[in-house]
Structures are given as C-alpha cells and as structure tokens.
C-alpha cells in the first residue's frame, strides 16, 4: 500500500522559498505509477494542480505557477520535492502529494497534506 507523508516548514516568510517534501513510505512495489504530482488547496477555494513529474523525470508545471515551481524527486529514497520560490499570502495553502497510475493527470494516491501559511 501507498503511504504517501508531506513534510516541510509551517511557516514561510514572503520571498522566500519553500520547500516541501513528500516520502512514499509504504510498499509500492507492485504498482506501476506514471507521475508524482503537487496539489494544493488555498483557504475558501478548491483544489489547484501545481505539477508533476512523469516516469521519465518530464516535469509539467501549472502555468500560473510555472515561473516559480521546480518538482523534482529522489528514487533512491521514494521521494518527491517542491520548490516554489518568491511566494507571497496566495500561496497559504494545505498542499499535497499525490501519485497516478493511469497518466501523469490522475491523482489515485494522496498524503495527509501540510498546512503552509506564508506571512511575514
């Protein structure tokens, strides 16, 4: 089974980077994945696609986002790390990790999320 675990800073102040991490701690070995992807939900909105990473290591970025995000990952220790720089109030937001099975576009498996808050 997948356990998918976000990790990083609560607070972030603005300009700063953050930096975000996600470890896929369970047993993954029987199932294929197509993407890692970064999803996060900003107080009073819905869910907003970030990016991902396919299995060739091909990144997409949203393009509202994609001036400022890097998505990269770590195979050798399952894991999966953001990079969003220059971030302002807008970007408080819960943000998950997610894996896809089916195309870089599908999210089958989610973390718990973490609650970011960029405030000075």
């Known amino acids: 089974q997948v356990q998918l675990q976000e990790s990083g800073p609560g607070l972030v102040k603005p300009s700063q980077t953050l930096s975000l991490t996600c470890t896929d701690t369970?047993?993954?070995?029987?199932?294929?994945?197509?993407?890692w992807s970064w999803i996060r939900q900003s107080p009073g909105k819905g869910l907003e696609w970030v990016g991902s990473?396919?299995?060739?290591?091909?990144?997409d970025y949203s393009p509202s986002l994609r001036s400022r995000t890097s998505i990269s990952r770590d195979t050798s220790r399952n894991q999966l790390i953001l990079q969003l720089t220059s971030v302002t109030p807008q970007d408080t937001a819960v943000y998950y990790c997610?894996?896809?099975?089916?195309?870089?576009?599908?999210?089958?498996?989610w973390g718990q999320g973490t609650q970011v808050t960029v405030s000075s």
């Open positions: 997610t894996r896809g099975t089916e195309n870089w576009y599908t999210y089958d498996y």
């Open positions: 369970g047993d993954s070995s029987e199932t294929t994945f197509f993407s």
């Open positions: 990473i396919g299995r060739s290591g091909t990144t």
